[in-house]
């Protein structure tokens, strides 16, 4: 279980950061917006498109980021008819599911990547450096719900994140 609570951290602690510097990267970019829209009449011509992808980012981020704490959207109807020792079997089938849907969907969106590669955004930049968060994003919450499902099999506590449980 080291192992998993190992994997579950690093990938915790890349998606924090980067939300940390991008939020602030996107935050600085709309200050000096309205700073120079307010002082000089004047903006950068490329700081709308710039602050639309960083919200992009930071969305697909912030959804990696629920995934993690257990706070993404979820439908739970079923465990108020299920006996508590079923429970946990039907949240690790739901969260293999939620890996599979993950899994597709990375894929579906490395597709979309790929085919625009010839697609320039704003300053020339390729388009897959902007869209590539998407599939990343994907695999992300991918090996999130993986971990999730060895941990309910395992009999772990499914609304906690890896990272707080203690070793039993």
């Known amino acids: ?3 998993l609570q190992a994997i579950e951290k690093f990938l915790s602690s890349i998606v924090n950061v980067s939300m940390v510097l991008l939020f602030t990267v996107m935050l600085s970019l709309a200050v000096i917006q309205v700073f120079l829209r307010y002082f000089f ?6 700081g709308d498109v710039a602050a639309r992808h960083l919200v992009i980012w930071v969305g697909f981020l912030g959804a990696a980021m629920a995934t993690r704490e257990n706070k993404h959207f979820q439908i739970e109807i079923l465990n108020r008819f299920i006996k508590p020792g079923m429970q946990r079997w039907l949240q690790a089938f739901s969260n293999l599911f939620a890996s599979g849907v993950c899994y597709f969907l990375g ?5 979309f990547v790929i085919s ?5 955004t704003f300053l020339d930049i390729p388009a897959p450096y902007v869209e590539i968060i998407i599939p990343i994003s994907f695999y992300i919450m991918m090996v999130q719900f993986a971990l999730r499902t060895i941990g309910n099999i395992m009999g772990r506590t499914e609304h906690m994140p890896v990272t707080l449980q203690q070793e039993g």
């Open 1 to 3: 279980m080291k192992v």
């Open 41 to 46: 009449n004047g903006s950068l011509l490329w």
């Open 116 to 120: 625009d590669a010839e697609t320039k």
């Open 107 to 111: 894929q579906a969106s490395t597709t």
